[in-house]
């Protein structure tokens, strides 16, 4: 049979040591070459829990943990606690546990398929379909490279005293991605060690902020646990949404379906593939947990010590302390914080030194999030595309896109303007989430991809339900701004149109998930005279191994040809 992706989809043996030990087979594609090693896993019959075995399987986790770590996460938090105070903790930490359940059917799918998603969405959707669902995930993508671009700016200007101007931060960026891009030369656990340094650092300069400040415990815990928003009024609920939009990142479901595929598995083994699943859900869950204490740190830090205050009294406290920043303060209007706002106040109120670690904290927030963006580009760009790209020629690309128009409003508009950016590109991160929501449950509930591995009943309703959430949130969303919007016909025609088109490719992934979960009149549906989803894709009748998949993938490269 023919197959006219023969180099996407080709059995190359692994070489054991040993020339007499069979050879394993492993499905490799083009996008399975963004590392040149793997980690092995130490060998044995004995599937119980072991601590050498999760050493082996970390390092994916705290990758992907990154995402929730980003400039545009920490400015959220900052804006919760100084809008909310403690009350919407228990948000920030029902969004973190959602996450975590994505992320393991991300990382599902990577083991029990050898693929990852961007992938799998290259084999079961339509051309059509796929290029839209690849291009809303690019901006996605490329939106974020432009929070951590202004992320990096606004730390290297705080650094600095303003020495070192906005334009010339963003500039910065370029070369130090370029470098970074360097240590993937050194092998895979130095990469993923230097990643886990960046958390450290985050880690101790967030906490120390909160030491500093010393919040109230007990409105710690009770905003962490008592799900109730009293006094909250449209400001709060706005925040709230937005806290679950900068939380689950769209673009890291993709990632870490790739990640895990940098441990060998064995996938001819049943039991290997259950073992990784476990090891890497351990590993995810710890990864977010520690990321979920650096949130509630900078949370719990303006809630204490921002909330409520005057910009006349932060500014007589910056005159106090002589803060080189003093003049951000000097105004009468109302008091709004970001994150190079937020790095002021606490030099104002707590010392200099609080204001230099923070910016050494959003600075390795930034530099740890570029890195993971970067290879997330990559793994998307060659998934759906079929196409390998040097990594260098991946990057230049998407950070040109992301700093020309951070450079543009960096010179003329200053850095006002640009933490306002920062904001609007943590909507745009919730209007993409669907496009990561609805293709992960979709394959993950397949037969025909995952067999014995399939989601359950519950998991399906639990994800389905936040798609549904998701999906509302972002109406919320664009019902709120329209209200920012000039009294302009065409600018309503406009935004209709976008609406509208957004909502009927949304429509149209949800009846291609609900015909994978087995909803039959939807299953039966003909678009165009083609069958919305095929039969392979609905049942797994055969044992599963790469034999199989390489047999469902001509299969479908035969139905998509003719």
């Not at 990382?107 to 693929?115: D, E, H, K, S, W």
């Not at 360097?182 to 101790?204: P, Q, S, T, W």
Request: overall charge neutral; proline content about 4%.
């Amino acid at each position: 049979m023919t197959n006219e992706y023969e180099d996407f989809s080709n059995h190359t043996p692994t070489n054991t040591g040993d020339d007499d030990e069979e050879k394993k087979p492993k499905l490799t594609t083009v996008a399975s070459t963004y590392f040149n090693e793997q980690i092995p896993i130490p060998n044995s019959d004995d599937y119980r829990f072991s601590f050498r075995k999760l050493w082996a399987f970390t390092g994916p986790g705290f990758l992907m943990s990154i995402a929730y770590l980003d400039p545009g996460n920490i400015e959220s938090d900052l804006q919760s606690g100084s809008i909310a105070q403690f009350r919407l903790l228990w948000v920030l930490m029902g969004a973190t546990i959602l996450g975590l359940l994505m992320q393991r059917l991300s990382a599902r799918l990577g083991v029990v398929t050898g693929m990852h998603l961007a992938e799998v969405c290259y084999r079961q959707y339509p051309l059509v379909p796929r290029m839209i669902l690849w291009i809303m995930i690019e901006i996605a993508i490329i939106g974020s490279d432009m929070q951590e671009v202004i992320g990096t700016a606004i730390a290297i200007y705080l650094l600095s005293d303003g020495k070192v101007p906005l334009y010339a931060g963003v500039i910065i960026t370029i070369a130090d991605t370029f470098t970074f891009l360097l240590l993937d030369k050194y092998g895979l656990r130095k990469l993923e060690g230097f990643f886990a340094f960046l958390i450290l650092v985050m880690a101790i300069t967030f906490g120390y902020e909160y030491v500093v400040v010393s919040p109230n415990q007990a409105l710690v815990m009770k905003g962490l646990f008592v799900p109730y928003c009293e006094g909250c009024g449209p400001k709060q609920l706005l925040q709230a949404v937005g806290v679950i939009g900068a939380i689950i990142m769209p673009h890291n479901i993709y990632l870490h379906s790739a990640l895990v595929k940098s441990r060998e598995i064995d996938r001819t083994k049943r039991p290997e593939i259950k073992e990784a699943n476990r090891y890497f859900f351990i590993e995810a869950a710890i990864a977010l947990f520690v990321s979920f204490l650096i949130n509630v740190f900078v949370v719990s830090v303006f809630a204490q010590g921002f909330y409520h205050k005057s910009s006349m009294n932060v500014y007589e406290n910056c005159k106090a302390q002589g803060n080189p920043h003093a003049d951000v303060f000097n105004t009468t209007e109302e008091l709004t914080v970001d994150i190079y706002k937020g790095g002021v106040f606490l030099g104002c109120q707590f010392g200099l030194a609080a204001m230099y670690i923070w910016g050494v904290g959003i600075l390795a927030a930034g530099q740890s999030s570029t890195m993971t963006g970067t290879y997330t580009g990559q793994f998307v760009m060659e998934g759906f595309l079929n196409l390998k790209w040097k990594r260098w020629q991946r990057v230049l690309l998407t950070r040109t896109i992301a700093i020309l128009p951070t450079v543009f409003i960096a010179v003329f508009e200053g850095i006002e303007n640009l933490t306002v950016m920062n904001d609007l590109l943590n909507v745009l991160m919730s209007l993409q989430l669907p496009f990561a929501l609805l293709p992960i449950l979709t394959f993950t509930s397949a037969k025909g991809i995952m067999a014995e591995f399939v989601n359950g009943r519950a998991m399906k309703i639990m994800t389905s339900l936040l798609a549904v959430v998701v999906i509302a949130i972002n109406l919320f969303f664009v019902s709120a701004y329209l209200k920012n919007l000039p009294s302009n016909w065409g600018a309503y025609i406009g935004v209709a149109v976008v609406v509208g088109l957004y909502l009927l490719f949304i429509t149209y992934l949800a009846l291609f998930c609900l015909a994978v979960m087995g909803v039959k009149k939807v299953a039966n549906l003909q678009i165009l005279g083609r069958k919305l989803v095929y039969d392979y894709t609905l049942n797994q009748n055969t044992p599963y191994n790469e034999n199989n998949i390489q047999q469902e993938l001509e299969e479908s490269t035969t139905i998509q040809h003719h």
